[in-house]
């Protein structure tokens, strides 16, 4: 080994250091990283619901509280179902449909290895694509969030019970939200190819309803901030700008269609976007670049695409000399601001992604410095991040509510910490959920496969539910590990 290789060598073991050498069980977290998603969903539950706790909620949703469109009253429309984004009762549509998407890019990537969870990951991505159907049915019009945010997170209420005011908010063409239209579009698109293989019919129709978002997305130009700024901020404001959230939904289109319309488009207005290296809710740069890498394979027209992804990951790896992210001493990938673990889960599914592309295109990154980021890299990466979440961490602590012998116990989360309807049937109030809010006991409802903001950059984690940015879970949190799981359950390397 020479000096370099040692160099190499070293860093990497420090970036791993605090990893017990214990095998994950990978298939028990990815069957319980889905089951979460029951304990998110709003509307009129299912027979087949498995997280019985659960049950229904907010089935006037679209039918009875006033609009806020600031054109004309919208008729009523059924917007019942979908998910609560996290530990609240409010539909945010802006990071649901992220959420819709990356479930349903982690099952076009690897559904072939979810085995008997894979028919779970597919009612997943309905449950959002059946809301994102009913949210999109007024032409010239998307609704963008239902529940009075402010209102909601006033109170500590079960999703069940819940009698705040249920207003729905739409973008339209006088008032446009290209972010929302065109992320909705982006998750159609992504689940029209999932559906494909299994129900053609409808794989058509969110295609067809794809289509049409994204043209109203781009046709009429503007972010949600400029009018619903008063209910979408500060909860999900766009801050980065509209423009990423257009060229992702094209390259959807175009993976969906594989028309070369989608393709210009995406090829034309790459050039607009700032390369922030990240991937998230808000920010798609990254996944846009390794999406149409994957389409890239061989071509000439990988500029700037693929030296774009290459940049990323090398801005990511710990020994690479331009990295630009921090690590906490347990080796966890960290980024400012809150809900921590949703960019390590997110990062770690583009790793996979992109390790499946350098190997098909064999081909490694060069980060410069001698630093050569071989496939086998990206997954090890990969594979560190997601063992930190199921417990290889100084505190042997695993982030996954109901995963290994020690997790979070007071999530915030209303549903989870309040006693269920079949414990509790009276109505519990706004303000009569503070003395579960409160307590330092653990909550009743075991939230399975939730995984929660994660530890601080310290590897400290304190278990407390009013510490929202560590005790959260999400739902985008959880959608990129769904792939990850299932890649490393059927993969050991
Ligand atoms: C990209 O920038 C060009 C030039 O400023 C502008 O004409 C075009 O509309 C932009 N497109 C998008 C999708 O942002
Ligand atoms: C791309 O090119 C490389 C190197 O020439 C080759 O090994 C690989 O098989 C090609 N991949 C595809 C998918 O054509
Ligand atoms: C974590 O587990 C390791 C190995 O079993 C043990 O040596 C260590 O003391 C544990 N740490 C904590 C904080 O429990």
Same mark, same amino acid.
């Given at each position: 080994m020479g000096f370099r290789q040692m160099l190499i060598f070293f860093v990497t073991v420090v970036a791993v250091t605090g990893r017990s050498t214990a095998e994950h069980n990978y298939g028990e977290a990815l069957t319980k990283s889905i089951l979460f998603f029951e304990g998110q969903r709003s509307g009129k539950l299912p027979a087949t619901q498995r997280m019985?706790?659960?049950?229904?909620?907010?089935?006037?949703?679209?039918?009875?509280?006033?609009?806020?469109?600031?054109?004309? *009253? /919208?008729?009523?429309?059924?917007?019942?179902? =979908?998910?609560?984004? +996290?530990?609240?009762?409010?539909?945010?549509?802006?990071?649901?449909?992220?959420?819709?998407?990356? /479930?349903?890019?982690?099952?076009?990537?690897?559904?072939?290895?979810?085995? *008997?969870?894979?028919?779970?990951?597919?009612?997943?991505v309905r449950w959002g694509t059946d809301y994102f159907l009913k949210a999109t049915s007024i032409p010239g019009h998307v609704f963008a969030q239902v529940g009075e945010p402010?209102?909601?997170?006033?109170?500590?209420?079960?999703?069940?019970?819940?009698?705040?005011?249920?207003t729905a908010y739409a973008v339209s063409k006088q008032f446009p939200?290209?972010?929302?239209?065109?992320?909705?579009?982006?998750?159609?698109? +992504?689940?029209?190819?999932?559906?494909?293989?299994?129900?053609?019919?409808? +794989?058509?129709?969110?295609?067809?309803?794809a289509r049409k978002v994204f043209d109203f997305a781009d046709r009429y130009r503007g972010?949600?901030?400029?009018?619903?700024?008063?209910?979408?901020?500060?909860?999900?404001?766009?801050?980065?700008?509209?423009?990423?959230?257009?060229?992702? =939904?094209?390259?959807? /289109?175009?993976r969906a269609t594989k028309e070369p319309y989608y393709w210009n488009y995406a090829d034309k207005y790459i050039h607009n976007l700032s390369n922030f290296g990240e991937f998230g809710w808000d920010t798609k740069d990254a996944g846009i670049n390794v999406l149409i890498s994957k389409l890239l394979i061989n071509s000439t027209s990988s500029k700037p695409f693929i030296p774009n992804a290459d940049n990323f990951f090398c801005s990511v790896l710990p020994e690479s000399p331009s990295v630009s992210v921090s690590y906490s001493p347990g080796g966890l990938f960290f980024k400012p601001g809150g809900s921590n673990l949703q960019h390590a889960t997110a990062f770690s599914f583009l790793f996979l992604?992109?390790?499946?592309?350098?190997?098909?295109?064999?081909?490694?990154?060069?980060?410069?410095?001698?630093?050569?980021? &071989?496939?086998?890299?990206?997954?090890?990466?990969?594979?560190?991040?997601?063992?930190?979440?199921? =417990?290889?961490?100084?505190?042997?602590?695993?982030?996954?509510?109901?995963? =290994?012998?020690?997790?979070?116990?007071?999530?915030?989360?209303?549903?989870?910490?309040?006693? &269920?309807?079949?414990?509790?049937?009276?109505?519990?109030?706004?303000?009569?959920?503070? &003395?579960?809010?409160?307590s330092p006991n653990p909550n009743p409802n075991l939230l399975i496969g939730a995984v929660v903001g994660g530890p601080d950059i310290?590897?400290?984690?304190?278990d407390s539910r009013a510490d929202f940015v560590h005790s959260e879970p999400t739902t985008y949190i959880n959608a990129p590990l769904v792939g990850v799981l299932a890649y490393f359950k059927s993969n050991k390397s």
């Open positions: 019985k706790w659960r049950k229904d909620s907010a089935l006037g949703d679209g039918f009875q509280a006033k609009h806020i469109s600031f054109v004309t *009253p /919208l008729q009523k429309v059924d917007l019942v179902g =979908g998910y609560y984004d +996290a530990g609240d009762n409010v539909k945010f549509n802006f990071p649901m449909a992220f959420t819709t998407t990356m /479930l349903a890019w982690s099952v076009i990537e690897f559904g072939k290895f979810m085995g *008997p969870d894979l028919k779970y990951a597919l009612d997943a402010h209102r909601d997170h006033n109170c500590w209420e079960r999703p069940e019970d819940m009698d705040t005011p249920r939200g290209s972010e929302v239209s065109a992320e909705i579009a982006a998750a159609l698109g +992504a689940s029209s190819i999932v559906y494909r293989k299994y129900h053609l019919g409808y +794989a058509r129709k969110l295609l067809n309803r972010s949600y901030n400029d009018k619903l700024g008063k209910w979408v901020c500060p909860f999900y404001c766009d801050y980065s700008g509209y423009k990423d959230e257009l060229v992702w =939904g094209a390259a959807w /289109l175009f992604v992109y390790a499946g592309f350098l190997k098909n295109a064999n081909r490694k990154i060069d980060c410069g410095n001698g630093v050569i980021a &071989s496939p086998e890299r990206l997954k090890e990466f990969a594979r560190g991040q997601i063992d930190y979440i199921l =417990g290889s961490n100084p505190l042997n602590m695993s982030y996954m509510v109901g995963y =290994g012998q020690k997790f979070p116990q007071r999530i915030h989360h209303r549903a989870s910490s309040l006693p &269920s309807i079949d414990q509790h049937l009276g109505h519990i109030d706004c303000k009569g959920g503070s &003395s579960y809010f409160d310290k590897d400290s984690y304190t």
